[in-house]
């Protein structure tokens, strides 16, 4: 260890909570330098659905290197990034009769927001954008100002401007409607607030806390920036990719967004890649208008093309519903098992335990790496654990897990 803490920045963070090596992983599995094994409850933060070094994507990108495919190319043409649109257009689009155009940004998440939140306000002509408490869409500025995080807010070192904060669903307690203020201010032309660039939500607040919005609270999102000619811009780069039990987590929710945001899960294996959907009339970018040296990721287009296969038809996200709904029925059990209050939030295999405060959530992060079993915190103060293990588990290793984290809990 002594290497990292000599030399690498002071910035790092999961590190410090799962202090050892890793070395290898296969799926749900990671071992260290020192031949022990973990249970990853974690997934890479959303990035590993399919799991660690998935065979079949790993063939198709060691396949594609010894054909000598081509690497990098920015925004130029090839044969991966070709096959990659049409397979996704074929297996994702045009069943669900979704009609977009792809924008390969930078690979990384906050990439894909900054280009959202940069072509919104090109084509309205408009500054501002609502954002949503607890929300999570990245680091870089633009991002961050839509970000909730204080703690994230006072590392960017400038004023952090043009977002509008609105309460999410659910924060000013249940059935309380957190849109009529905002509402009424737009319907008053003397309120000093103006109609903004876009909306953008998440549908499950994911670093947030695992925080649900309900169909009719989003639907109501949707037809405020439709009734002011703001856009709708999801962000589902952590609970798309089938983590919901459907491809995109606001599939049945009854919204069309007009941006999508997609990074983490989409490259496959792990390989970044960001991809922007664009309602095709509102692709009004000038050729290099927002460019990146990274966005023409072709390994990740190999392996995100061989993910795909697990879209062909509906058995593979079938079995994501049943492991969400048999992860649910055992996160109950230990919820009422438990000695201390915890409120259970998520769906399909994304869940949340509130624990009620930092400290207890931490003690219960601690207590699973010492049942060699890796887990994290989301939410505020940290207070929420996060149970987000890869879709691909095995249903033995997926209950070895929830067994360990239960006996942490009890044991509170």
């Known amino acids: ?134 929300g999570f869409h990245g680091m870089t500025l633009g991002a961050l100002a839509c970000t909730g995080n204080q703690k994230f807010h006072q590392a960017a070192g400038v004023d952090l401007n043009n977002v509008i904060r609105v309460p999410f669903d659910g924060y000013l307690g249940e059935g309380v409607d957190t849109l009529e203020p905002l509402r009424r201010a737009l319907e008053d032309t003397s309120s000093g607030i103006n109609p903004p ?103 990740s287009f190999v392996a995100g093309t061989a993910a795909l296969d697990y879209f062909e038809n509906d058995e593979f996200l079938s079995e994501v519903r049943r492991k969400g709904e048999f992860t649910e029925e055992r996160l109950v059990k230990i919820v009422e098992a438990a000695k201390v209050d915890i409120e259970l939030r998520g769906t399909g295999m994304i869940h949340g335990l509130d624990m009620g405060t930092g400290e207890k959530a931490a003690a219960v992060v601690a207590k699973a790496f010492e049942q060699n079993l890796i887990i994290p915190t989301c939410g505020p103060s940290g207070r929420v654990v996060k149970v987000m293990p890869p879709l691909t588990i095995e249903d033995e290793l997926l209950i070895e897990g929830l067994d360990r984290l239960e006996k942490v809990i009890i044991s509170l």
Not at 35 to 56: R, T
Not at 246 to 268: Q, R, T, V
Not at 272 to 277: Q, R
């Open 197 to 299: 660039a876009a909306f953008i939500l998440e549908t499950i607040q994911a670093e947030g806390g695992i925080n649900l919005a309900t169909k009719e609270w989003l639907q109501a999102v949707a037809k405020l920036a439709k009734d002011y000619g703001s856009l709708l811009i999801v962000d589902d780069i952590q609970a798309a990719v089938g983590r919901t039990g459907y491809y995109f987590s606001f599939e049945n929710l009854g919204i069309e967004p007009d941006l999508i945001c997609l990074a983490k899960g989409i490259g496959g294996y792990g390989i970044p890649m960001g991809v922007l959907l664009i309602k095709p009339e509102l692709d009004q970018w000038e050729p290099g208008e927002h460019t990146g040296t990274f966005r023409g990721q072709n390994l």
């Open 1 to 134: 260890m002594t290497v990292f803490e000599r030399y690498e920045s002071n910035v790092r963070g999961y590190s410090r909570t799962w202090p050892v090596v890793f070395d290898k992983a296969l799926n749900a599995k990671q071992w260290d330098v020192d031949g022990n094994e973990y249970i990853d409850f974690f997934s890479g933060a959303g990035v590993l659905n399919f799991g660690h070094n998935n065979p079949k994507l790993r063939k198709a990108m060691i396949d594609y290197l010894e054909a000598e495919g081509v690497t990098h190319s920015l925004d130029m043409h090839s044969r991966s990034k070709e096959q990659f649109i049409e397979r996704f257009v074929n297996t994702i689009l045009k069943p669900r009769k979704m009609d977009y155009k792809l924008q390969f940004t930078g690979p990384t998440g906050t990439n894909v927001v900054e280009a959202a939140l940069k072509l919104a306000r090109k084509v309205t002509g408009r500054r501002d954008v609502v954002a949503f408490t607890d």
